[in-house]
C-alpha cells in the first residue's frame, strides 16, 4: 500500500512540474526579445511626438456664410471666397500652421458663446472689434479690410441718401443677432429686426423682398453687392452708403490660441494687408463700387 501511495505520489508531482514548465514556456513565447521591446517603445514615443507636433501646428477656424469674402460655392461645394483665400494662400503658410475650416458655418453668437467658453483653440475667420468682444478673445492687430457701412432698400423706396440717423427710423432693419453696431446705428430709437442665421445677410435680403423689413444693414457693403448680385436681386434693390467711418474687419482667436495669434501678428507685420485683401476680393466683385 505505502508503495503504491509513493509511486502516486511521484506521478503527481511530475504533472505539475512539466505543467509549470509549459507556462513558462508558453509566457516566454508571448513575450518579445527585450531589443524588440525598447524599438517598439521608441516608435511609440515617436508617434506620439509627431500628434503633439500636429495639433500644435493645427488650428481650427470657424466662419459664417458672407459672400464674397467666405461662402460654400454651389458648384463645387467647397468654402471659397477672399478671406479664405488671403488666410490659406498668404497667412497661413507665414505662420507655419495648417488651418482646419469648421465643415459647417456657425452664427455669430454661437462663436461668441464659444469665446465665452474658451474650451479649446480656435479663430474667427471674419469679425469686426469692440469692446464685449475684445474682453472675452483676442483681436489680431491690424484689420486685413476696412468696408463701408451701408444698408438696402427696395427700389421703390423714395429715399435716395442717408444724412443723419432720423432719415432711417421709420425703417424696420433686419441684421444678425449679436453682431458688432456701427456708430452711427446705435441710435435707440433705429428698429432693428435681427436674425441669429450663420447667412444672416441672405436670410435678410430674402425677408426685404417679401416685405417682411424695410432694409437690411451690413457692416460691410461688400456683402451686400455680392449677394444682390448672387441672388440676381440687382433691378429690385438699391444700397446706400451710411455717413461714418469705414468698420475694420479682423481674424478673432479664442484666449486658449494666444500662440496662434502672436504667430498671426507676426506673420502679418510687414504686410500691406488691406492691398493683399482688395486684390483677393476684385476675384470676387466688382471693387469699383465699393
Known amino acids: 500500500m505505502k508503495r503504491i501511495f509513493a509511486l502516486w505520489l511521484a506521478m503527481t508531482l511530475i504533472f505539475v512540474l512539466s505543467g509549470c514548465k509549459s ?3 508558453s509566457s ?3 513575450e518579445p526579445p527585450p ?3 525598447m524599438a517598439n517603445e521608441r516608435n511609440n514615443e515617436k508617434k506620439d511626438a509627431v500628434k503633439n507636433e500636429t495639433a500644435e501646428n493645427e488650428l481650427q477656424v470657424s466662419w459664417f456664410e458672407n459672400p464674397p469674402h467666405i461662402f460654400i460655392d454651389k458648384e463645387s461645394g467647397k468654402l471659397t471666397g477672399a478671406v479664405y483665400d488671403l488666410l490659406e494662400q498668404k497667412i497661413a503658410p507665414k505662420m507655419n500652421v495648417k488651418l482646419v475650416w469648421d465643415k459647417e458655418g456657425t452664427s455669430i453668437p454661437r462663436q461668441t458663446a464659444n469665446f465665452e467658453a474658451n474650451t479649446k483653440p480656435f479663430a474667427a475667420a471674419l469679425l469686426t472689434k469692440n469692446p ?3 474682453s472675452i478673445s483676442i483681436c489680431s492687430e491690424k484689420p486685413f479690410f476696412n468696408s463701408q457701412t451701408a444698408i438696402a432698400i427696395k427700389k421703390d423706396n423714395p429715399l435716395n441718401e442717408i444724412k443723419k440717423v432720423d432719415d432711417i427710423l421709420d425703417l424696420k432693419i433686419g441684421y444678425a443677432e449679436k453682431s458688432f453696431i456701427s456708430e452711427f446705428m446705435k441710435d435707440s430709437r433705429v428698429q432693428f429686426d435681427f436674425v441669429s442665421a450663420s ?3 441672405e436670410t435678410n435680403l430674402k425677408r426685404l ?3 417682411r423689413i424695410d432694409a437690411v444693414y451690413a457692416p460691410d457693403k461688400a456683402a ?3 449677394l444682390i448680385e448672387q441672388m440676381e436681386l440687382e433691378d429690385d434693390i438699391k444700397i446706400i452708403d451710411l455717413p461714418e467711418n469705414k468698420a475694420g474687419f479682423y481674424v478673432v482667436f479664442s484666449k486658449a490660441a494666444s500662440n496662434f495669434a502672436e504667430k498671426y501678428n507676426e506673420a502679418v507685420k510687414d504686410m500691406d494687408l ?5 486684390d483677393m476680393l476684385a476675384k470676387y466683385i466688382d471693387i469699383s463700387k465699393l
Open 23 to 25: 507556462v513558462e514556456s
Open 28 to 30: 516566454s513565447n508571448n
Open 35 to 37: 531589443a524588440e521591446t
Open 132 to 134: 464685449e468682444r475684445e
Open 199 to 201: 447667412n444672416y445677410h
Open 209 to 211: 423682398i417679401s416685405d
Open 224 to 226: 451686400l453687392l455680392a
Open 274 to 278: 488691406e492691398k493683399e485683401y482688395l
